[in-house]
T-cell receptor
Framework: DGGITQSPKYLFRKEGQNVTLSCEQN?????MYWYRQDPGQGLRLIYY???????QKGDIAEGYSVSREKKESFPLTVTSAQKNPTAFYLC?????????????FGPGTRLTVT | AQSVTQLGSHVSVSEGALVLLRCNYS??????LFWYVQYPNQGLQLLLK??????LVKGINGFEAEFKKSETSFHLTKPSAHMSDAAEYFC?????????FGQGTRLTINP
């Protein structure tokens, strides 16, 4: 089955540690995205990538880093510089065709930092 | 900058009643518009999309939305609510290389 996988579903870390969230897709999509979701704040874009080895900052990139070494994979690292890392993180992908960027979402990773 | 406004962060309806979730967008170019649904602790699932074809768009689970250019609106409706419709709903507008999301509307269904 084609889709997007995110692992793990739940992640716990101590403050001051970097943590990497996994996102893999087998949809052959060119573009991939990372969002952060907090209660009552909707989705906020962290980073996105439209092609391998290239990515752009979204609205809240500070304290995060990404890589895109393979088309299928777009891991997100939450660094110790991120002030409030506890949140629900969503990965998405889309084809780039014409003007439509319909996105498909993974199941999410809930990160808790204490 | 493009923006999407969802009127009402919480909407509550009785089972069997009409569901109406409001979405307005700001854009001067022909829009591509989407509605997504999110169940607790899950990712977003596409309900329906408008891509400049028919103004009334039918989606999954009995939902539909009507694009009204004069009102810059794309409201989501369902004639009869079911308990399983309880979720958060997001309207999104196609921006430059990415989607612009509204803040979301949490739908509660009362038995």
């Amino acid at each position: 089955d084609g889709g997007i996988t995110q692992s793990p579903k739940y992640l716990f870390r101590k403050e001051g540690q970097n943590v990497t969230l996994s996102c893999e897709q087998n949809l052959n999509h060119d573009a991939m995205y990372w969002y952060r979701q907090d209660p009552g704040q909707g989705l906020r874009l962290i980073y996105y990538s439209q092609i391998v080895n290239d990515f752009q900052k979204g609205d809240i990139a500070e304290g995060y880093s990404v890589s895109r070494e393979k088309k299928e994979s777009f891991p997100l690292t939450v660094t110790s510089a991120q002030k409030n890392p506890t949140a629900f993180y969503l990965c998405a992908s889309s084809i780039i065709a014409g003007l439509s960027y319909e996105q498909y979402f993974g199941p999410g990773t809930r990160l808790t930092v204490t | 900058a493009q923006s999407v406004t969802q009127l009402g962060s919480h909407v509550s309806v009785s089972e069997g009643a009409l569901v109406l979730l409001r979405c307005n967008y700001s854009s001067s170019v022909p829009p591509y518009l989407f509605w997504y649904v999110q169940y607790p602790n899950q990712g977003l699932q596409l309900l329906l999309k408008y891509t400049s074809a028919a103004t009334l768009v039918k989606g999954i689970n009995g939902f539909e939305a009507e694009f009204k250019k004069s009102e810059t609106s794309f409201h989501l409706t369902k004639p009869s609510a079911h308990m399983s419709d309880a979720a958060e709903y997001f309207c999104a507008h196609q921006g430059a290389q990415k989607l612009v999301f509204g803040q979301g509307t949490r739908l509660t269904i009362n038995p």
